[in-house]
């Protein structure tokens, strides 16, 4: 009898403790469904949520910074609990997440930093200024500066000056690059370095061919040779590749691209010689971390976070949670993308 009573009772706890954990809703504001990477990132969380009994409010907004205020509005008039923020413009968030502040609705900002507010509680991303590094170091490997006499020309094509990961990213390989540039082993035909004149609106792919049309128009017509071209990503990539394929550049000798993100499109890039490398950051990796946050944030014990010191957001550190970026190219890209189950073999073949 004592055990019947006994199970009863666990029984009843269980079934309160889950009803409990299925009340507690995240809201997840996700930028655009129109990249690859966001669409898995989204599903990624969405399905990590779910699996461990969160109701998931899950929104893309487009690339239109007005949409997601107004998603994130709904989120919190919805009752959200927590709140996992993509941003678009990562500046114009201020007034809404004042409103979350006010209801208590702790905020992580994924992947890209939300700035000029404090109410922003955690950050998770991958090392961004790590990214830049690897592709300037590998433009730094690959056309050997280190050892060669003559020069090269390279060109330069950033991310959106709205996103604060886009300077991160621009800052570490310029950082890799600078002494080189500065001996003028690397020469930049157009002039244009400086961030401000790099910068790809809204990552557009169709903003970055058109701009590298025009460089090779003006810079490159006459047959000087172009070594290489560093693309923060690879959307922006996937648009200097197709201008400098419709420009006559010939795959024997293309110039190296630098990429990120390991688009489907991008590795078929690789595979076929066109683009040279590009950056896994493995978000299913990115998501975990944010579901651990999540579950530390709501059981009220300590959120794991392995930097305090980089991510200024205009008002204060935020504390972050960093993964690390991995290199990817045609020598690993079937080990990091296939075996790892992240893509089939097919995805990328056909
Ligand atoms: C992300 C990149 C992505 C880019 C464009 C950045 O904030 O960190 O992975 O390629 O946005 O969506």
């Known amino acids: 009898m004592k055990k019947v009573l006994f199970v009863a009772v666990l029984i009843t706890l269980l079934a309160l403790s889950s ?6 809703r995240v809201g997840v504001a996700m930028p655009t469904q129109s990249l690859q990477r966001w669409n898995q990132d989204g599903a990624n969380m969405k399905a990590l949520l779910e699996d461990a009994g969160y109701v998931v409010d899950l929104q893309y907004a487009n690339n239109d910074t007005a949409l997601q205020v107004s ?3 709904n989120m919190i008039l919805n009752g959200a609990d927590v ?23 702790p905020v992580i900002a994924y992947d890209r930093l939300i700035m000029e507010t404090d109410a922003v509680s955690y950050y998770a991303t991958f090392d961004n200024y ?4 690897i592709q300037g170091q590998y433009l730094v490997d690959v056309l050997e500066l280190e050892t060669r006499q ?17 300077r991160f990213f621009y800052q570490g390989a310029i950082d890799v690059l600078a002494p080189y540039l500065e001996s003028g082993i690397v020469v930049v035909p157009s002039g244009q ?10 990552w557009s792919s169709e903003r970055a061919q058109s701009r590298m049309d025009n460089l090779i128009a003006a810079n490159y017509s006459d047959g000087t040779p172009l070594h290489a071209v560093l693309c ?13 394929i419709n420009a006559g550049f010939e795959k024997d000798d293309f110039p190296y691209i630098t990429g990120q993100d390991c688009d489907i499109a991008n590795t078929k890039n ?11 950051k493995d978000t299913r990796t990115l998501a975990a971390n944010v579901v651990t946050m999540i579950e530390a944030i709501i059981a009220g014990t300590d959120v794991p976070v392995n930097d305090t010191e980089t991510y200024f957001n205009g008002v204060y550190v935020v504390p972050t949670y960093l993964s690390a970026p991995v290199f990817a190219d045609i020598n690993n890209y079937e080990e990091l993308l296939i075996d790892s189950g992240y893509y089939t073999w097919e995805q990328l073949h056909n």
């Open 19 to 24: 009803t409990a954990m299925a009340q507690v």
């Open 71 to 73: 998603q994130l509005e």
């Open 83 to 105: 709140l996992v923020i993509a941003s678009i413009d990562g500046s114009a968030m201020g007034g809404v997440l004042a409103v979350a502040k006010d209801e208590g609705i």
């Open 130 to 133: 790590m990214v830049g590094t």
């Open 150 to 166: 003559d020069s090269v020309n390279i060109e330069i094509t950033g991310g959106s000056p709205d996103d604060n990961n886009a």
């Open 193 to 202: 370095v400086e961030f401000e004149t790099i910068a790809t609106l809204a």
């Open 232 to 244: 923060s990503n690879d959307s922006t990539a996937l648009g200097v590749t197709n201008a400098l």
């Open 270 to 280: 690789i595979i076929a010689g066109y683009q040279s490398m590009s950056i896994f």
